[in-house]
Nanobody
Framework: QVQLVESGGGSVQAGGSLRLSCSFS????????MGWFRQAPGKEREAVAG????????YYADSVKGRFTISQNNAENTVYLQMNSLKPEDTAMYYC????????????????WGQGTQVTVSS
């Protein structure tokens, strides 16, 4: 089981930026794709972004393309989500996730999850 720890959430005004970090305990076949999901109150959890560890391929939900950027630091076993031009509808709990493969919008069928970090965007 891969341990995932998120950090970097907070409250910002619309148009602002935040960077989320996810530290993972190890690289394995179950964590080849790392990424982010989010869940707003009363809504289903949705994929946001994904990246293959050690590769350049990235994947994004349509709602965040052009605003969010996922990246990695392999030396530190960390994945980042840079969020720019934030909107009130981006308000959600954001979860780091690990999966064997990526879908077009993030990790496919995550095996492991972080505890989540709250992002709140005010208008």
């Amino acid at each position: 089981q891969v341990q995932l720890v998120e950090s970097g959430g907070g409250s910002v005004q619309a148009g602002g930026s935040l960077r989320l970090s996810c530290s993972f305990s190890e690289y394995s076949w179950t964590s080849r794709c790392m990424g982010w999901f989010r869940q707003a109150p009363g809504k289903e959890r949705e994929a946001v972004a994904g990246i293959y560890i050690g590769a350049s391929s990235t994947y994004y939900a349509d709602s965040v393309k052009g605003r969010f950027t996922i990246s990695q630091n392999n030396a530190e076993n960390t994945v980042y989500l840079q969020m720019n031009s934030l909107k009130p509808e981006d308000t959600a709990m954001y979860y780091c996730a690990a999966a064997p493969t990526c879908a077009t919008d993030g990790p496919r069928g995550p095996r492991d999850w972080g505890q989540g970090t709250q992002v709140t965007v005010s208008s």
